[in-house]
């Protein structure tokens, strides 16, 4: 998989590439490679939700290339990725799929001098290698047992045209040492790998301090987001950029960066040299002048005094940023849960982590990564009184940071220690005053923690405790709207002679309100049945129960022999005597089992659609009657229609065929389309089928309720 990524990027002239296998068991991302990029940089998006609004999860939902063409439209489709990656690139995503599964895909970025679409000859080097790779992961899939999935990202650089020739190598060093300007050697990772002699002297700091470390971790000068900021900008949009910065205590100096696939040159000048020579590096042909390349709307870098604490570093910045965007989306203590685990662990540095909640004073584990759950259960239930430092970070609401295991050791002499860890951070989370849990991390080395990484992963602690107070209200409200609303439809249907029958209630994916449709089977007479299904208008506690008094109405008059149109007029004036200020669409259908005929009547409800034995399909034209409760003396008519054995009537919902851009006509004929083709003989199986695309829809903003009932074929 490796050279294939190298050689799509080689074929397709892309400066950045990334590989993501798709995990079917928890429906999750995970990065397996990545090209033209520091793991650091990538590690947001290490491992992601499959409905994840991202271009890589798109292109694998929807198994369609995506292609955005500039910084503008990044933003405008994906802002989360705009505020982690607000630089100049363009971006195509591709599922890796073959004719049976999607296996993952991969993303591709190139510099904005690219033309503004992909030409013919890279397009389809794209697809020829998303088909290789579909070809390698099904052969991977065939053996016995299966290769696991890897845990952490790999790094793979492109092929080198082979080692360099020492005598070659000596002549470039010679030509660096002779210039009378600065010449310094970055890696995709941001760590000098070379100086020369005069980049030394300039930046006051020896060779030997500086190779194997970033620039604005050894120069404490440098030590400025600005500044990294440029080095990231430099990474992703490969193109050159540059700073100005000043040397205590009064020289500025002019860094230019010039980035390609394999790390970045950087020339150093003294300022008032460089400017009176000429302006730094081109972007696209043009001219740059000295301090210019930040983001438009970011402020420049400009010289200033070194700061008296160590600020936080601007790939931290933007990750709490791209975290806090996250969690403003979440849901669920489970969708905190899991951005928390997952983009926590990756892009802030740790080894494991622990998420625990306050529950009836004790300490729950909700979530971990980087633990054995042995380990975790061991300690899982801890009263908040315990002498321990999730507890005790609590009760203090100070954040504690152990620095080696000899502190964390003195600290709590009884404390397990997991693997060999070598340092953690306790921290407390606190919402609006009050306690609702802790945060654990720990790292596999001594950590110093400096001041300004504790106050980020302090602001760290802020923001998840706020989600997580938030998600817990949200579950709650949740859990008692569900109540309500499943106590108010059928606890099941219960088996009638002469039909099968199926049903499915979907709740709405986002949002705690409760939904107002509504469904049931109803045995009229000892040969009649009725199926009924509705949606009460509105999203509320009132539409609930709204909903529960319609069927309520309904069951009473369909058992009392009223036609079907006649129990929709019944029940719009009892709607108009308690003056609901709401409507309800409502569709009845008596079967009788005797005459084998089909009744219908519909107060505004979308038609029912009906297969036949033969496997044909028809939307049944009902003249649509007012919602129930607009007017008070309201006539229904009833529709007759024969009810051959083998066919199969599916009531349904507007949350089952009504999409944003799409018409509801077309979505009817489509999922008429859809029962006519299917092959399933079982009805339960039938309506997993038909209810298949919203399950897994990713924006789902309307609950669901299908209704299938069947007249078995007469026997042989």
Not at 220 to 247: G, I, K, Q
Not at 542 to 552: F, S
Request: charged content about 20%.
């Amino acid at each position: 998989m490796a050279a294939v990524l190298t050689g799509l990027m080689r074929d397709a002239g892309a400066s950045v590439g990334l590989v993501y296998l798709l995990v079917p068991g928890d429906r999750m991302l995970r990065l397996v490679l990545v090209s033209g990029l520091s793991r650091e940089i990538a590690a947001p998006w290490v491992r992601i939700p499959a409905g994840a609004p991202i271009p890589v999860a798109e292109a694998i939902r929807e198994r369609r290339f995506v292609w955005l063409g500039g910084r503008e439209e990044i933003a405008h489709h994906y802002p989360r990725i705009g505020i982690v990656l607000p630089y100049d690139f363009m971006l195509a995503a591709a599922p890796i799929a073959d004719d049976t599964t999607v296996w993952g895909g991969v993303v591709l970025l190139w510099p904005v001098t690219h033309p503004p679409q992909l030409d013919a000859r890279e397009r389809e080097s794209i697809d020829a290698h998303c088909r290789l790779a579909a070809l390698l992961l099904r052969r991977a899939a065939d053996q016995d047992p299966p290769p696991p999935h890897p845990t952490e990202p790999r790094v793979v650089h492109p092929e080198r045209p082979s080692e360099a020739d020492p005598v070659l190598a000596a002549a470039a060093f010679d030509l660096t040492e002779r210039l009378p300007v600065g010449c310094c050697a970055l890696d995709l990772d941001g760590r000098v790998t070379f100086i020369n002699t005069a980049g030394a002297e300039l930046v006051n700091a020896g060779a030997a301090t500086l190779v194997g470390r970033r620039p604005w971790e050894a120069l404490f000068w440098l030590n400025d987001p600005a500044f990294e900021d440029r080095y990231r900008a430099a990474v992703v949009s490969r193109r050159p950029t540059s700073f100005t910065a000043v040397r205590h205590p009064a020289t500025s100096l002019l860094f230019e960066l010039y980035p390609d696939e394999t790390g970045i040159s950087v020339l150093i000048f003294p300022r008032a040299e460089r400017t009176a020579h000429g302006s730094g590096p081109a972007h696209g042909g043009d001219p740059v002048p000295p301090g210019a390349g930040t983001t438009p709307g970011a402020a420049p870098a400009r010289a200033a005094p070194p700061p008296p604490a160590e600020p936080v570093g601007a790939t931290a910045v933007y990750q709490l940023t791209n975290l806090a965007a996250s969690l403003a989306e979440a849901a669920g203590v489970h969708d905190v849960v899991e951005l928390v685990a997952d983009q926590t662990v990756p892009a802030f540095g740790p080894h494991g982590l622990v998420l625990m909640s306050v529950d009836e004073g004790r300490l729950r584990v909700i979530g971990h990564r980087g633990y054995s759950e042995e380990f975790v259960e061991s300690f899982d239930g801890r009263p908040l009184t315990a002498p321990a430092a999730d507890a005790q970070v609590l009760a203090t609401g100070v954040p504690a940071f152990f620095p080696t295991y000899e502190d964390f050791h003195r600290a709590h002499p009884r404390a397990p220690r997991y693997e060999g860890r070598n340092a953690w951070a306790f921290l407390p989370l606190i919402a609006s005053g009050r306690p609702v849990g802790s945060l654990v991390l720990s790292y596999d080395r001594p950590r110093p923690f400096p001041s300004a990484e504790r106050a980020l992963l302090t602001s760290l602690a802020g923001l998840i405790a706020q989600s997580l107070a938030r998600a817990r209200l949200y579950d709650a409200k949740h859990s008692l709207a569900r109540s309500l609303q499943t106590g108010l439809l059928p606890h099941g249907l219960s088996s009638l002679p002469g039909v099968d029958v199926a049903a499915r209630y979907l709740p709405a994916g986002h949002g705690t309100d409760i939904g107002g449709d509504f469904y049931d089977l109803i045995r009229a007479t000892p040969t009649t049945v009725i199926a009924v299904i509705g949606d009460v208008q509105g999203h509320n506690t009132t539409a609930a129960a709204l909903m529960g008094q319609v069927r309520t109405a309904v069951h009473a008059h369909a058992t009392a022999g009223a036609s079907p149109g006649d129990i929709l007029a019944r029940t719009n004036r009892l709607l108009d005597d308690l003056d609901a200020d709401r409507f309800t669409s409502c569709l009845i259908a008596e079967l009788d089992l005797a005459d084998h005929r089909l009744r219908l009547a519909t107060a505004g409800h979308p038609p029912p659609i009906l297969r036949r034995a033969d496997g044909s399909t028809e939307i049944l034209e009902v003249p649509p009657g007012l919602l129930l409760g607009i007017a008070p003396d309201v006539e229904y008519s009833t529709t007759e229609l024969p009810w051959d054995p083998g066919s199969v009537l599916a009531l349904y919902t507007d949350g089952l065929v009504e999409a944003p851009g799409l018409d509801i006509g077309t979505a009817m004929a489509d999922l008429a389309e859809r029962l006519a083709v299917s092959r399933a003989g079982d009805l339960e199986q039938l309506a997993d089928e038909l209810t298949l695309h919203v399950r897994i829809a990713a924006h789902r903003t309307d609950d669901v309720a299908l209704l299938l009932v069947r007249r078995p074929s007469s026997p042989a």
